[in-house]
T-cell receptor
Framework: QKEVEQNSGPLSVPEGAIASLNCTYSDRGSQSFFWYRQYSGKSPELIMSIYSNGDKEDGRFTAQLNKASQYVSLLIRDSQPSDSATYLCAVNVRGGSNYKLTFGKGTLLTVNP | DGGITQSPKYLFRKEGQNVTLSCEQNLNHDAMYWYRQDPGQGLRLIYYSQIVNDFQKGDIAEGYSVSREKKESFPLTVTSAQKNPTAFYLC?????????????FGQGTRLTVV
């Protein structure tokens, strides 16, 4: 099983809809979870971080974490064409005596006007 | 302004050459990382370093080498042993590796073998 897995996509939604992005991870000891957005040819930028079970909201973005199910998701409400990008899930996974930041393959989101 | 600087932005390598990618940060972060990204793929970890003079192999370290002689700098050398080096390389840093801390990224170096 891969350490961090995302639904492969691509995902296409109409403008104004809710986009739902999902991620599962294999290390039960992971404590830190992140969602990054990456535009084509650019470096990733942090959208959300979440550390405790439940929901965390920031504007149009909501991150959800369920440690028992080893599942983290990102909801984008009122999707805009400018949200079209690749979304990367990142998890701090144990690597020997410390943790390493490990990424999923990403989900390409397209928001259609 | 604090941040991470990668150079060069574009790099061309001939077959059999070693090349070194630069990564400098002024965020006073302890941990630094190198990732490789291929088209349509996520980020794969090459090497990471928690403190000066110490570093660990990531998932795809073969054909790469690093050094961490200063806290601010974590250069990556792509050796001739790396058979398929054409990719987008990203350097990142975090406060440290064991707390709730986000990663900051440089702008990336796009390496092409010619």
């Amino acid at each position: 099983q891969k350490e961090v897995e995302q639904n492969s996509g691509p995902l296409s939604v109409p403008e104004g809809a809710i986009a739902s992005l999902n991620c599962t991870y294999s290390d039960r000891g992971s404590q830190s979870f992140f969602w990054y957005r990456q535009y084509s040819g650019k470096s990733p930028e942090l959208i959300m971080s979440i550390y405790s079970n439940g929901d965390k909201e920031d504007g149009r973005f909501t991150a959800q974490l369920n440690k028992a199910s080893q599942y983290v998701s990102l909801l984008i409400r009122d999707s805009q064409p400018s949200d079209s990008a690749t979304y990367l899930c990142a998890v701090n996974v144990r690597g020997g005596s410390n943790y390493k930041l490990t990424f999923g393959k990403g989900t390409l989101l397209t928001v259609n006007p | 302004d604090g941040g991470i600087t990668q150079s060069p932005k574009y790099l061309f390598r001939k077959e059999g050459q070693n090349v070194t990618l630069s990564c400098e940060q002024n965020l006073n972060h302890d941990a630094m990382y190198w990732y490789r990204q291929d088209p349509g793929q996520g980020l794969r970890l090459i090497y990471y370093s928690q403190i000066v003079n110490d570093f660990q192999k990531g998932d795809i370290a073969e054909g790469y080498s690093v050094s961490r002689e200063k806290k601010e700098s974590f250069p990556l050398t792509v050796t001739s042993a790396q058979k398929n080096p054409t990719a987008f390389y990203l350097c990142a840093s975090t406060t440290d590796m064991n707390t709730r801390t986000e990663a900051f990224f440089g702008q990336g170096t796009r390496l092409t073998v010619v």
